[in-house]
Nanobody, 117 residues
């Protein structure tokens, strides 16, 4: 059994910053890609950023240059540093991991990020 717990969301003004964390616990083995997704009200869930097991990041065009994804493999933790936040970044942010040979996926429960003045 694997659990993913996100934290760090909240209310922030436009231009502000937040740092999200995703802690993975339980029966962990061969942790592969990890990623952040978000879903705004009335919209489909979309990929924000992902990072390989070796630390290579990839970003969506909408967040490139503003968000930074990282991971600490020793702590089974992934981070998303978000800066220059915009109202359109408002969404529930989810973390996702891939694990094992068959890259089974697991999702967290989500954390709300609201960007508003």
């Amino acid at each position: 059994q694997v659990q993913l717990v996100e934290s760090g969301g909240g209310l922030v003004q436009p231009g502000g910053s937040l740092r999200l964390s995703c802690v993975v616990s339980g029966s962990i083995f061969s942790l592969n890609n990890m990623g952040w997704y978000r879903q705004a009200p009335g919209k489909q869930r979309e990929a924000v950023a992902d990072i390989t097991s070796s630390g290579r990041p990839n970003y969506s065009d909408s967040v490139k240059g503003r968000f930074t994804i990282s991971r600490d493999n020793a702590k089974n933790t992934m981070y998303l540093q978000m800066t220059s936040l915009k109202p359109e970044d408002t969404a529930v942010y989810y973390c996702k991991i891939e694990m094992g040979t068959f890259r089974r996926t697991y999702w967290g429960q989500g954390t709300q990020v609201t960007v508003s003045s």
